[in-house]
Protein backbone atom coordinates (compact mmCIF):
# COMPACT_ATOMS: atom_id res chain seq x y z
CA UNK A 1 0.00 0.00 0.00
CA UNK A 2 2.54 2.28 1.35
CA UNK A 3 5.05 1.45 -1.83
CA UNK A 4 1.90 2.05 -4.50
CA UNK A 5 1.21 5.53 -2.51
CA UNK A 6 5.07 6.94 -2.76
CA UNK A 7 5.07 4.78 -6.10
CA UNK A 8 1.79 7.16 -7.47
CA UNK A 9 3.84 10.29 -6.12
CA UNK A 10 6.85 9.78 -7.97
CA UNK A 11 4.81 9.19 -11.25
CA UNK A 12 2.59 12.57 -10.10
CA UNK A 13 6.26 14.17 -9.40
CA UNK A 14 7.55 12.90 -13.01
CA UNK A 15 4.23 14.07 -14.62
CA UNK A 16 4.81 17.61 -13.51
CA UNK A 17 8.47 17.64 -14.59
CA UNK A 18 7.78 16.55 -18.20
CA UNK A 19 5.10 19.47 -18.06
CA UNK A 20 7.09 21.66 -17.35
CA UNK A 21 9.98 20.86 -19.98
CA UNK A 22 7.51 21.87 -22.27
CA UNK A 23 6.07 24.91 -21.03
CA UNK A 24 9.71 26.16 -20.65
CA UNK A 25 10.78 24.94 -24.60
CA UNK A 26 12.49 28.12 -25.23
CA UNK A 27 14.52 28.11 -22.03
CA UNK A 28 15.67 24.47 -22.81
CA UNK A 29 16.85 25.72 -26.34
CA UNK A 30 18.58 28.31 -24.72
CA UNK A 31 21.14 25.42 -22.99
CA UNK A 32 23.83 24.68 -25.10
CA UNK A 33 23.69 28.00 -26.89
CA UNK A 34 26.64 30.71 -26.64
CA UNK A 35 26.77 32.56 -23.67
CA UNK A 36 27.55 35.90 -22.22
CA UNK A 37 30.82 37.25 -22.49
CA UNK A 38 33.16 37.38 -18.94
CA UNK A 39 32.77 40.55 -16.49
CA UNK A 40 34.75 42.18 -14.36
CA UNK A 41 32.91 42.20 -10.89
CA UNK A 42 30.04 38.99 -10.47
CA UNK A 43 26.54 38.86 -10.30
CA UNK A 44 24.34 36.44 -8.86
CA UNK A 45 21.82 34.49 -11.40
CA UNK A 46 19.21 37.26 -12.83
CA UNK A 47 16.81 34.35 -11.71
CA UNK A 48 17.78 34.77 -7.96
CA UNK A 49 15.10 37.37 -6.27
CA UNK A 50 16.02 37.22 -2.58
CA UNK A 51 16.51 41.19 -1.51
CA UNK A 52 16.98 42.97 1.70
CA UNK A 53 13.59 44.08 3.30
CA UNK A 54 13.99 47.17 4.72
CA UNK A 55 10.61 49.60 6.01
CA UNK A 56 9.83 52.80 3.64
CA UNK A 57 10.68 56.07 5.78
CA UNK A 58 10.42 59.68 5.15
CA UNK A 59 14.52 59.23 6.20
CA UNK A 60 15.76 56.45 4.25
CA UNK A 61 19.23 57.48 5.52
CA UNK A 62 18.72 56.37 8.84
CA UNK A 63 16.80 52.76 9.24
CA UNK A 64 17.91 49.20 8.68
CA UNK A 65 17.39 45.99 6.32
CA UNK A 66 17.14 42.66 7.43
CA UNK A 67 18.67 39.83 5.91
CA UNK A 68 16.70 37.08 3.66
CA UNK A 69 17.15 34.70 6.32
CA UNK A 70 14.48 32.00 4.62
CA UNK A 71 16.17 32.45 1.75
CA UNK A 72 19.81 31.81 3.50
CA UNK A 73 21.95 28.83 2.87
CA UNK A 74 24.33 27.27 4.51
CA UNK A 75 26.38 29.69 7.37
CA UNK A 76 27.56 32.67 5.70
CA UNK A 77 25.49 35.33 4.55
CA UNK A 78 26.94 37.03 1.05
CA UNK A 79 27.65 40.26 1.60
CA UNK A 80 25.17 42.11 -0.51
CA UNK A 81 22.64 40.47 1.77
CA UNK A 82 24.40 41.49 4.89
CA UNK A 83 21.93 43.54 7.26
CA UNK A 84 22.30 46.93 7.27
CA UNK A 85 21.83 49.59 10.80
CA UNK A 86 22.86 53.19 9.74
CA UNK A 87 21.59 56.02 12.37
CA UNK A 88 23.11 58.82 9.60
CA UNK A 89 23.44 57.11 6.26
CA UNK A 90 26.17 55.70 4.07
CA UNK A 91 29.30 58.13 4.24
CA UNK A 92 31.44 57.86 1.07
CA UNK A 93 34.84 57.70 2.52
CA UNK A 94 38.63 57.55 0.38
CA UNK A 95 40.70 55.31 1.94
CA UNK A 96 43.84 57.30 0.93
CA UNK A 97 42.39 60.08 2.75
CA UNK A 98 41.13 58.27 5.63
CA UNK A 99 42.94 58.40 8.84
CA UNK A 100 42.15 56.36 12.17
CA UNK A 101 43.51 58.58 15.44
CA UNK A 102 44.87 56.43 18.75
CA UNK A 103 44.61 59.41 21.33
CA UNK A 104 43.70 60.21 25.30
CA UNK A 105 45.62 58.86 27.88
CA UNK A 106 48.53 57.05 25.58
CA UNK A 107 52.11 57.21 25.66
CA UNK A 108 52.28 58.07 21.99
CA UNK A 109 49.27 59.17 20.40
CA UNK A 110 48.60 57.61 16.44
CA UNK A 111 47.35 58.61 13.48
CA UNK A 112 46.94 55.93 11.00
CA UNK A 113 46.52 55.51 7.53
CA UNK A 114 44.43 52.86 5.87
CA UNK A 115 47.72 51.72 4.32
CA UNK A 116 49.39 51.89 7.69
CA UNK A 117 46.86 49.59 9.26
CA UNK A 118 46.61 46.68 6.48
CA UNK A 119 50.88 46.41 6.88
CA UNK A 120 49.89 45.06 10.40
CA UNK A 121 49.98 41.89 11.27
CA UNK A 122 46.36 40.48 10.89
CA UNK A 123 43.53 38.07 12.31
CA UNK A 124 40.71 36.42 10.31
CA UNK A 125 37.54 35.18 12.40
CA UNK A 126 34.04 34.16 10.94
CA UNK A 127 31.37 35.62 13.55
CA UNK A 128 27.89 36.64 13.56
CA UNK A 129 26.76 40.42 13.98
CA UNK A 130 23.64 41.17 15.60
CA UNK A 131 21.81 44.02 15.91
CA UNK A 132 20.91 44.55 19.95
CA UNK A 133 17.48 45.42 18.44
CA UNK A 134 17.41 42.02 16.69
CA UNK A 135 13.10 40.81 16.90
CA UNK A 136 12.97 43.48 19.23
CA UNK A 137 9.16 43.51 18.54
CA UNK A 138 8.57 39.92 20.13
CA UNK A 139 8.52 41.49 23.58
CA UNK A 140 5.11 42.98 22.68
CA UNK A 141 3.77 40.21 20.46
CA UNK A 142 4.17 43.44 17.75
CA UNK A 143 6.05 40.89 15.77
CA UNK A 144 6.65 41.13 11.65
CA UNK A 145 4.99 37.74 9.80
CA UNK A 146 7.95 36.24 8.61
CA UNK A 147 11.64 35.31 9.74
CA UNK A 148 13.39 37.78 7.89
CA UNK A 149 11.11 40.64 9.25
CA UNK A 150 11.27 39.59 12.95
CA UNK A 151 15.09 37.95 13.25
CA UNK A 152 16.75 39.54 10.06
CA UNK A 153 18.85 41.63 11.58
CA UNK A 154 21.42 39.32 11.92
CA UNK A 155 24.51 38.29 9.65
CA UNK A 156 27.42 36.01 9.42
CA UNK A 157 30.82 37.22 7.66
CA UNK A 158 34.29 36.45 7.90
CA UNK A 159 36.11 39.39 8.77
CA UNK A 160 39.81 40.68 8.47
CA UNK A 161 41.52 43.14 10.79
CA UNK A 162 44.46 43.88 12.90
CA UNK A 163 43.58 43.51 16.71
CA UNK A 164 42.71 46.62 18.82
CA UNK A 165 44.98 45.00 21.51
CA UNK A 166 48.15 45.37 18.83
CA UNK A 167 46.95 49.30 18.25
CA UNK A 168 46.82 49.91 21.73
CA UNK A 169 49.94 48.39 22.57
CA UNK A 170 51.60 50.29 19.69
CA UNK A 171 50.37 53.73 21.51
CA UNK A 172 50.68 52.58 24.81
CA UNK A 173 48.16 52.94 27.13
CA UNK A 174 48.90 54.70 30.12
CA UNK A 175 48.02 53.64 33.72
CA UNK A 176 44.60 53.92 35.46
CA UNK A 177 43.30 53.44 31.58
CA UNK A 178 40.32 51.73 31.43
CA UNK A 179 37.89 52.80 28.50
CA UNK A 180 38.45 52.79 25.08
CA UNK A 181 36.19 55.43 23.22
CA UNK A 182 35.11 54.45 19.43
CA UNK A 183 34.01 57.00 17.33
CA UNK A 184 32.59 56.77 14.12
CA UNK A 185 33.18 59.11 11.33
CA UNK A 186 29.48 59.17 9.90
CA UNK A 187 27.17 62.02 10.01
CA UNK A 188 25.74 60.80 13.63
CA UNK A 189 29.24 60.41 14.95
CA UNK A 190 28.67 56.93 16.45
CA UNK A 191 30.08 56.87 19.84
CA UNK A 192 30.70 53.65 22.03
CA UNK A 193 32.53 53.23 25.03
CA UNK A 194 34.33 50.00 25.31
CA UNK A 195 35.74 48.05 28.63
CA UNK A 196 39.82 48.28 28.05
CA UNK A 197 39.93 44.09 29.39
CA UNK A 198 37.68 43.59 26.45
CA UNK A 199 39.44 45.49 24.10
CA UNK A 200 42.51 43.66 24.86
CA UNK A 201 40.76 40.15 24.50
CA UNK A 202 39.54 40.11 21.07
CA UNK A 203 37.88 43.07 19.11
CA UNK A 204 39.30 43.32 15.56
CA UNK A 205 39.91 46.51 13.51
CA UNK A 206 38.34 45.17 10.42
CA UNK A 207 39.09 46.26 6.44
CA UNK A 208 37.97 42.53 5.29
CA UNK A 209 34.98 40.86 4.76
CA UNK A 210 34.32 38.01 3.27
CA UNK A 211 37.87 38.00 1.34
CA UNK A 212 37.51 41.24 0.06
CA UNK A 213 37.13 44.89 1.22
CA UNK A 214 34.29 45.66 3.52
CA UNK A 215 31.26 47.13 2.23
CA UNK A 216 30.66 50.81 2.03
CA UNK A 217 27.42 50.08 4.46
CA UNK A 218 29.18 47.46 6.25
CA UNK A 219 32.06 50.72 7.35
CA UNK A 220 34.17 50.86 4.52
CA UNK A 221 37.13 51.28 4.96
CA UNK A 222 37.57 50.73 9.04
CA UNK A 223 35.42 48.96 11.55
CA UNK A 224 35.31 47.31 14.56
CA UNK A 225 34.64 43.64 14.89
CA UNK A 226 33.42 42.78 18.60
CA UNK A 227 32.85 39.30 18.77
CA UNK A 228 29.79 38.09 20.90
CA UNK A 229 28.88 41.63 21.61
CA UNK A 230 25.64 43.95 20.55
CA UNK A 231 25.90 45.30 17.03
CA UNK A 232 25.49 49.02 18.34
CA UNK A 233 29.51 48.66 19.52
CA UNK A 234 30.17 47.49 16.53
CA UNK A 235 31.40 51.20 15.54
CA UNK A 236 31.85 51.68 11.51
CA UNK A 237 33.83 54.13 9.74
CA UNK A 238 36.17 54.33 13.10
CA UNK A 239 38.19 57.23 13.13
CA UNK A 240 38.73 57.86 16.61
CA UNK A 241 39.87 55.90 19.71
CA UNK A 242 40.21 58.00 22.41
CA UNK A 243 41.87 56.01 25.53
CA UNK A 244 39.74 57.17 28.69
CA UNK A 245 39.71 56.30 32.60
CA UNK A 246 35.56 56.23 32.66
CA UNK A 247 32.77 55.35 30.34
CA UNK A 248 31.44 58.41 28.24
CA UNK A 249 27.64 57.80 28.62
CA UNK A 250 27.38 58.21 25.17
CA UNK A 251 23.76 59.04 23.51
CA UNK A 252 23.97 55.76 22.33
CA UNK A 253 24.72 54.29 25.50
CA UNK A 254 22.26 56.25 27.82
CA UNK A 255 19.22 57.29 25.33
CA UNK A 256 19.16 53.79 23.60
CA UNK A 257 21.20 50.32 23.60
CA UNK A 258 19.89 50.09 27.14
CA UNK A 259 17.13 47.64 28.78
CA UNK A 260 14.18 48.45 30.62
CA UNK A 261 13.33 46.53 33.29
CA UNK A 262 9.97 45.69 34.66
CA UNK A 263 10.48 48.27 38.07
CA UNK A 264 11.20 51.52 36.00
CA UNK A 265 15.37 50.57 36.36
CA UNK A 266 17.39 50.99 33.24
CA UNK A 267 20.16 47.91 32.77
CA UNK A 268 22.86 49.91 30.52
CA UNK A 269 25.91 48.56 29.31
CA UNK A 270 24.25 45.50 28.53
CA UNK A 271 27.03 44.35 25.29
CA UNK A 272 26.84 40.55 25.70
CA UNK A 273 24.58 38.45 23.25
CA UNK A 274 22.96 35.40 24.26
CA UNK A 275 21.69 32.14 22.73
CA UNK A 276 19.43 32.18 20.09
CA UNK A 277 18.26 30.66 17.29
CA UNK A 278 15.32 30.27 14.89
CA UNK A 279 13.79 27.88 12.82
CA UNK A 280 14.09 29.37 8.60
CA UNK A 281 12.41 26.23 7.04
CA UNK A 282 9.55 26.51 7.43
CA UNK A 283 8.86 29.91 8.58
CA UNK A 284 6.35 32.44 8.70
CA UNK A 285 4.78 33.25 5.12
CA UNK A 286 5.78 30.10 3.54
CA UNK A 287 3.40 27.45 2.12
CA UNK A 288 4.35 23.63 2.45
CA UNK A 289 2.96 22.31 -1.10
CA UNK A 290 1.49 19.15 0.51
CA UNK A 291 2.19 16.56 2.91
CA UNK A 292 5.46 14.11 3.19
CA UNK A 293 9.50 14.47 3.91
CA UNK A 294 10.67 17.69 4.47
CA UNK A 295 14.26 19.12 5.91
CA UNK A 296 13.22 21.04 9.31
CA UNK A 297 16.38 23.97 9.52
CA UNK A 298 17.42 26.76 10.84
CA UNK A 299 20.07 28.79 12.09
CA UNK A 300 21.55 28.83 15.79
CA UNK A 301 24.02 31.38 17.60
CA UNK A 302 25.52 32.38 20.63
CA UNK A 303 27.78 35.44 21.73
CA UNK A 304 29.00 33.73 24.36
CA UNK A 305 30.74 30.60 22.12
CA UNK A 306 30.21 28.01 20.12
CA UNK A 307 26.41 25.48 19.83
CA UNK A 308 26.54 23.06 22.04
CA UNK A 309 23.11 21.53 20.81
CA UNK A 310 19.78 22.61 19.38
CA UNK A 311 16.84 21.17 20.13
CA UNK A 312 13.63 21.08 18.37
CA UNK A 313 9.48 20.65 19.10
CA UNK A 314 6.72 20.45 16.68
CA UNK A 315 3.66 19.95 18.70
CA UNK A 316 4.20 23.26 20.86
CA UNK A 317 6.83 22.25 23.19
CA UNK A 318 6.28 19.16 24.88
CA UNK A 319 8.58 16.89 22.97
CA UNK A 320 12.02 18.31 22.41
CA UNK A 321 14.26 16.24 19.67
CA UNK A 322 18.07 16.56 19.21
CA UNK A 323 18.57 18.33 15.36
CA UNK A 324 21.95 17.63 13.57
CA UNK A 325 24.39 20.04 13.81
CA UNK A 326 26.54 21.23 10.81
CA UNK A 327 30.26 20.89 11.27
CA UNK A 328 32.57 22.74 12.17
CA UNK A 329 30.96 24.53 14.93
CA UNK A 330 32.40 28.00 15.22
CA UNK A 331 32.30 30.19 18.14
CA UNK A 332 30.36 33.09 17.87
CA UNK A 333 29.05 32.05 13.97
CA UNK A 334 26.29 31.01 12.30
CA UNK A 335 25.71 26.90 13.18
CA UNK A 336 23.33 25.80 10.67
CA UNK A 337 21.24 22.87 12.30
CA UNK A 338 18.54 20.30 10.25
CA UNK A 339 15.71 17.68 11.33
CA UNK A 340 14.15 15.22 8.83
CA UNK A 341 10.36 15.71 8.95
CA UNK A 342 7.49 14.58 8.17
CA UNK A 343 4.23 16.71 7.70
CA UNK A 344 1.07 14.55 7.87
CA UNK A 345 -1.11 17.10 7.12
CA UNK A 346 -2.26 17.80 11.00
CA UNK A 347 -1.84 21.39 12.59
CA UNK A 348 2.41 21.92 14.09
CA UNK A 349 3.69 24.23 16.11
CA UNK A 350 7.67 24.22 15.33
CA UNK A 351 10.12 25.77 17.57
CA UNK A 352 13.58 25.58 17.95
CA UNK A 353 16.00 26.17 21.45
CA UNK A 354 19.68 26.41 21.65
CA UNK A 355 22.15 25.69 24.13
CA UNK A 356 25.83 27.21 23.89
CA UNK A 357 29.20 25.62 25.62
CA UNK A 358 28.86 28.30 28.48
CA UNK A 359 25.48 26.00 29.33
CA UNK A 360 23.11 29.00 28.70
CA UNK A 361 19.69 27.40 27.27
CA UNK A 362 17.64 29.70 24.73
CA UNK A 363 14.46 30.57 27.34
CA UNK A 364 11.08 30.47 25.93
CA UNK A 365 9.21 34.09 25.25
CA UNK A 366 7.16 33.63 28.61
CA UNK A 367 10.54 32.74 30.43
CA UNK A 368 12.39 35.50 29.13
CA UNK A 369 9.59 38.16 29.57
CA UNK A 370 8.53 36.61 33.27
CA UNK A 371 12.24 38.16 33.88
CA UNK A 372 12.86 41.33 32.05
CA UNK A 373 9.34 42.49 31.31
CA UNK A 374 8.03 43.87 27.87
CA UNK A 375 9.90 47.23 28.42
CA UNK A 376 12.35 46.64 26.26
CA UNK A 377 13.49 46.86 22.79
CA UNK A 378 16.31 45.21 23.08
CA UNK A 379 18.27 41.39 23.43
CA UNK A 380 15.07 39.78 22.74
CA UNK A 381 16.21 35.97 22.27
CA UNK A 382 13.35 33.96 22.91
CA UNK A 383 12.49 30.53 21.34
CA UNK A 384 10.50 30.94 17.95
CA UNK A 385 7.18 29.28 17.40
CA UNK A 386 5.68 28.71 14.07
CA UNK A 387 2.14 27.46 12.99
CA UNK A 388 2.07 25.03 10.34
CA UNK A 389 -1.30 24.92 9.26
CA UNK A 390 -3.05 21.68 8.18
CA UNK A 391 -3.20 23.37 4.59
CA UNK A 392 0.58 24.13 4.53
CA UNK A 393 0.64 27.25 5.94
CA UNK A 394 3.12 29.29 7.78
CA UNK A 395 2.17 31.74 10.55
CA UNK A 396 3.53 33.10 13.23
CA UNK A 397 2.09 32.19 16.32
CA UNK A 398 2.88 35.49 17.91
CA UNK A 399 0.72 37.45 15.11
N1 LIG B 1 29.44 54.77 12.82
C1 LIG B 1 28.39 53.97 12.99
N2 LIG B 1 28.59 52.72 13.45
C2 LIG B 1 27.56 51.89 13.60
C3 LIG B 1 26.22 52.31 13.33
C4 LIG B 1 26.03 53.62 12.82
O1 LIG B 1 24.92 54.05 12.53
N3 LIG B 1 27.14 54.42 12.67
N4 LIG B 1 25.18 51.42 13.57
C5 LIG B 1 25.44 50.39 14.58
C6 LIG B 1 24.40 49.41 14.71
S1 LIG B 1 23.04 49.87 15.61
C7 LIG B 1 24.55 48.12 14.25
S2 LIG B 1 23.40 46.94 14.59
C8 LIG B 1 25.71 47.74 13.42
C9 LIG B 1 25.23 47.30 12.05
O2 LIG B 1 26.28 46.91 11.24
P1 LIG B 1 26.00 46.55 9.72
O3 LIG B 1 25.23 47.69 9.11
O4 LIG B 1 27.33 46.31 9.11
O5 LIG B 1 25.17 45.29 9.73
O6 LIG B 1 26.63 48.81 13.24
C10 LIG B 1 26.76 49.68 14.33
N5 LIG B 1 27.80 50.63 14.05
MO1 LIG C 1 21.86 47.93 16.06
Not at 146 to 154: A, M, N, P, Y
Not at 320 to 332: C, F, S, T
Request: glycine share 10%; proline share 6%.
Amino acid sequence: MKEQASRRRILRMGAVLSGGMLATKDAALAEGQLGTPLGPYGERSTYEKAVRWRRDTKTPETGSSFTPLADSVGTLTPSSLHYERHHAGIPNIDPAAHRLVIHGMVERPLSLSVAEIKRLPSVTRTLVLECGGNSGAEWAAQTAPDVQRSFGLVSCSEWTGVPLALLLAEAGARPGATWVIAEGADACRMERSIPMAKAMENILVAYGQNGEALRPAQGYPLRLIIPGWEGNTNVKWLHSLKVADQAYMARDETSKYTDLMPDGKARIFTYQMEAKSVITFPSGGQKLPGQGLYELTGLAWSGRGRIERVEITTDGGKIWVKADLQEPRLPIAFTRFRLPWRFDGREAVIASRAVDESGYVQPTREELIAVRGVNSNFHFNGSKKWRVRADGTVTNVEV
